[in-house]
């Protein structure tokens, strides 16, 4: 017998990596017996994952018409944005405590840096754009933190619904060169001036967002 909640959770990282790799676009229709059939599984179970989904703010349901997933305004991106203002300075601010203290290893952002920049330089820009998501996911696991890691995880997808929509193709923003400054702020063991870092990375992360795109 199936586990029902795995199955579920399978579904819900089956959105999110299609939407990381921009095959899930703003707008599209989301098929329960499609993705009953995909996984073999009820649609039932499927039903269940969306509304998680729901819940989490990345498909939104329309009286009989069925699941899409979300459209962000610009209000939207700057609320999302702003959110994650917040809670990733409470991240840094945890994991400088913990890496002062030894308890954490670095090695595997530095790692996730230099994926990031491969991703970039070969032009793979779905896989970039979940590497550079990733950096920030890793960054919170490092926390140790379930609360600031399960308030942040819907926000990066978002995030990428964002940048699916207002994106400015003739940008030359490179986010690995901030994530690597990141790093040595962390290493610092300041943190005021990691959170500024932080605060300027995600600054950043909205300026290079063009508001006038449909």
């Given at each position: 017998m199936k586990d029902v909640t795995t199955m579920e959770d399978n579904i819900v990282?089956?959105?999110?990596?299609?939407?990381?790799?921009?095959?899930?676009?703003?707008?599209?229709?989301?098929s329960e017996s499609v993705l009953a059939k995909e996984?073999?599984?009820?649609?039932?179970?499927?039903r269940k994952a969306f509304s998680k989904l729901q819940n989490m703010g990345i498909i939104t349901y329309k009286k009989n018409q069925g699941y899409f997933v979300t459209i962000v305004s610009k209000q939207d991106t700057l609320d999302i944005f702003e959110t994650r203002n917040i809670i990733e300075a409470g991240v840094i601010t945890s994991?400088?405590?913990?890496?002062?203290?030894?308890?954490?290893?670095?090695?595997?952002?530095?790692?996730?840096?230099?994926?990031?920049?491969?991703?970039k330089i070969s032009l793979r820009n779905g896989e970039y754009v979940k590497s550079s998501c990733d950096f920030h996911l890793n960054l919170a696991l490092l926390?140790?933190?379930?609360?600031?890691?399960?308030?942040?995880?819907?926000?990066?997808?978002?995030?990428?619904?964002?940048?699916?929509?207002?994106?400015d193709e003739n940008?030359?923003?490179?986010?690995?060169d901030e994530h690597a400054q990141l790093?040595?702020?962390?290493?610092?063991?300041?943190?005021?001036y990691a959170k500024s870092i932080m605060n300027t990375h995600l600054h950043h992360c909205v300026d290079v967002l063009n508001f006038n795109e449909k």
């Amino acid at each position: 017998m199936k586990d029902v909640t795995t199955m579920e959770d399978n579904i819900v990282n089956f959105i999110f990596d299609s939407i990381f790799s921009k095959s899930l676009r703003p707008g599209v229709k989301l098929s329960e017996s499609v993705l009953a059939k995909e996984f073999n599984i009820s649609r039932d179970t499927v039903r269940k994952a969306f509304s998680k989904l729901q819940n989490m703010g990345i498909i939104t349901y329309k009286k009989n018409q069925g699941y899409f997933v979300t459209i962000v305004s610009k209000q939207d991106t700057l609320d999302i944005f702003e959110t994650r203002n917040i809670i990733e300075a409470g991240v840094i601010t945890s994991v400088i405590q913990k890496f002062s203290e030894r308890k954490i290893d670095l090695s595997l952002l530095r790692t996730e840096v230099e994926t990031e920049k491969f991703f970039k330089i070969s032009l793979r820009n779905g896989e970039y754009v979940k590497s550079s998501c990733d950096f920030h996911l890793n960054l919170a696991l490092l926390s140790g933190n379930d609360f600031l890691i399960n308030a942040l995880k819907p926000l990066i997808p978002l995030s990428i619904l964002a940048a699916l929509v207002y994106e400015d193709e003739n940008t030359h923003f490179c986010s690995y060169d901030e994530h690597a400054q990141l790093i040595k702020a962390i290493e610092s063991n300041n943190i005021d001036y990691a959170k500024s870092i932080m605060n300027t990375h995600l600054h950043h992360c909205v300026d290079v967002l063009n508001f006038n795109e449909k």
